[in-house]
């Protein structure tokens, strides 16, 4: 399996317009196994995102899917920078 942990900080007052547009087509992404999206409880802009996917060329391959390209283009002007981005290797648990 393949995992990534990242988060990005939105532009300010635009978190839940990114979280909305990032949740709102993620049903249609083979080799996705788990996708969410979470509010920082700490700082009003930044979101989390965790993903499980069954390798990393189904990953890389998601990126091309027409509606995730889209949703990336809608979503750039939204955010305002980058912050971690960690890659992991899942080995189990609850809903995998």
Request: hydrophobic content about 45%.
């Amino acid at each position: 399996m393949y995992g990534l942990i990242g988060n990005f900080t939105a532009q300010p007052g635009q978190r839940d317009d990114l979280i909305a547009l990032m949740t709102a087509s993620v049903d249609a992404m083979p080799g996705c196994l788990s996708y969410v999206v979470a509010k920082d409880p700490n700082d009003t802009d930044k979101i989390w995102i965790t993903e499980v996917w069954d390798s990393a060329d189904s990953h890389k391959a998601s990126l091309h899917i027409p509606a995730v390209a889209e949703t990336i283009r809608k979503a750039m002007p939204l955010i305002a920078g980058f912050g971690d981005h960690i890659v992991t290797e899942p080995v189990g648990g609850f809903g995998l």
